[in-house]
C-alpha cells in the first residue's frame, strides 16, 4: 500500500540511506577488521560493538528500502485549496482555550511536532482531513475531547 510523502521527507530517506551505503557501513566494516585484528574474538569488545553496529547498518537499510520502495510522492507545489488534504498547513482554534494551533498534514516518517508537522494518521490529522474552513473538529485524547474550529487552510513550502 502506497504511503504519502513529500518530495522533501522522500528526499530526506534517500539521503539517509545514501549515507549508509557509502559511509556508515565501509566505516562499519574497517572497524570490525581492526577489531579482528586484535585478535581473540570471544572478549572483544570492540568487535562485538562494532558488529552490533552492522545489525543496526543492515536494518535501517532494510527499513528505508522498504519505505523508498512503498512512498508515494505528493507534490504540494502550487496547490491551492479550501478543503485540508495531505501537504496543508491548517490554522486551529482550539475552542475551550481560544488558543490558537497551526498543524502541517504530512506522511508518517515526516511528521515532527518540533515544527508542527503532524501525521495525517494520527487522530488530529485524521479528524482535520476533508474539512474546510468555518469547520469544527473534535479530537479524543486520553484526557479529554478537544474541539477545533479551521480558521485557515494554506500551502507552504515543505
Request: charged fraction near 30%; proline fraction near 3%.
Amino acid at each position: 500500500m502506497p504511503t504519502p510523502i513529500t518530495q522533501k521527507g522522500f528526499d530526506a530517506l534517500k539521503a539517509e540511506l545514501d549515507r549508509l551505503r557509502k559511509v556508515e557501513r565501509p566505516k562499519n566494516i574497517e572497524a570490525i577488521a581492526e577489531a579482528r585484528a586484535h585478535g581473540d574474538l570471544s572478549e572483544n569488545a570492540e568487535y562485538d560493538a562494532a558488529k552490533e553496529r552492522q545489525g543496526f547498518i543492515a536494518a535501517r537499510m532494510a527499513e528505508l528500502e522498504t519505505k523508498i520502495a512503498e512512498a508515494r510522492v505528493v507534490d504540494t507545489t502550487g496547490r491551492t485549496t479550501d478543503t485540508a488534504v495531505f501537504g496543508a498547513t491548517v490554522l486551529v482554534i482550539e475552542q475551550e482555550s481560544q488558543s490558537k494551533r497551526q498543524y502541517t498534514l504530512v506522511g508518517q516518517d515526516e511528521a515532527d511536532m518540533k515544527f508542527n508537522r503532524i501525521s495525517v494518521q494520527s487522530p488530529v490529522g485524521r479528524a482535520l482531513i476533508g474539512k474546510r474552513v468555518g469547520d469544527f473538529v473534535e479530537v479524543t485524547t486520553p484526557a479529554k475531547v478537544i474541539e477545533y474550529e479551521i480558521v485557515e487552510i494554506k500551502f507552504e513550502e515543505l
